[in-house]
């Protein structure tokens, strides 16, 4: 199993008193998978995945086990090695993870250069590779532009660039359609199937949307208020919920009234 997260228990300190944000959170994601995991805002979905690369607020106390492909994120080094080396983080708004004030270029070789030691030719030449091959045109002229200069979904796809250049075999996926236009969501998630198929990549794909989360992955666990409540195959989760929470995800989707027949 290439992710693996067992009794996953995070406490976080708060003005008021500690506050427990997730409790007893178990889940599975094996090479060549996509397992989503959906819930409503605060559910603790975001917090997971972070978690998994130790991204948790300072002061914070966790329990139970992670394992990203065998490593366990114990100490720094192990840390190190996992954000490095194993797993990348996708993130909701592509300008979050690049520096709007460098350019595309500089921003997002920037691990490559600094964490890997590779030279910024060789770090330049990987990047236009990835970028081509995530169906960005003329990658060359847009390493020289800024990130307003670029489209949602055109930054969306330089982050998944930036994250593959490290070869990881996790993507963590955090809700990286949610603020695009529905064509772009679409482009976008092709690209992960066609990434995750041709690469074997894992991927734990983050989202609100059940029926997008149904739609896009084999396997769907849900979460509410910090704990996992339910898990299903992707093909079933939406049309045909069994559990009580599930099944309310899924009535309060948005849809289309029936067309009624008669005489026009």
Do not use: W
Not at 35 to 62: I, W
Not at 212 to 226: I, K, N, Q, S, T
């Amino acid at each position: 199993m290439l992710l693996s997260i067992r009794d996953l228990g995070l406490t976080v300190p708060l003005p008021h008193g500690p506050r427990r944000i997730l409790r007893g959170v178990s889940l599975d994601v094996d090479a060549g998978e996509t397992v989503g995991l959906v819930g409503e805002s605060g559910s603790g979905k975001s917090t997971t995945a972070r978690a998994v690369l130790r991204l948790v607020p300072e002061g914070a106390h966790t329990t139970g086990s992670i394992s990203v492909g065998g490593v366990s994120p114990a100490g720094p080094a192990d840390v190190r090695a996992i954000r490095t080396e194993h797993a990348a983080m996708i993130f909701q708004d592509p300008r979050s993870s690049l520096n709007p004030v460098r350019r595309i270029g500089d921003s997002a070789t920037e691990r490559l250069v600094h964490v890997h030691g590779i030279a910024r030719a060789e770090a330049s030449r990987r990047l236009l590779d990835l970028m081509a091959e995530v169906g960005l045109r003329e990658p060359d002229l847009l390493l020289r532009k800024y990130p307003h200069q670029l489209s949602g979904g055109m930054l969306q796809r330089v982050s998944i660039a930036a994250a593959l250049s490290t070869n990881p075999r996790l993507l963590l996926a955090d809700e990286a359609t949610s603020a695009l236009d529905v064509t772009t969501q679409a482009e976008v998630l092709a690209l992960l199937r066609r990434l995750r198929r041709e690469r074997g990549l894992a991927v734990l794909f983050i989202t609100h949307d059940l029926l997008l989360a149904g739609a896009c992955c084999d396997r769907v666990y849900v979460m509410r208020e910090g704990s996992i409540v339910d898990e299903q195959p992707g093909k079933t989760v939406f049309v045909d919920p069994a559990n009580p929470y599930t099944r309310a995800l899924a009535d309060a989707t948005p849809r289309l009234p029936e067309r009624e027949h008669g005489h026009a």
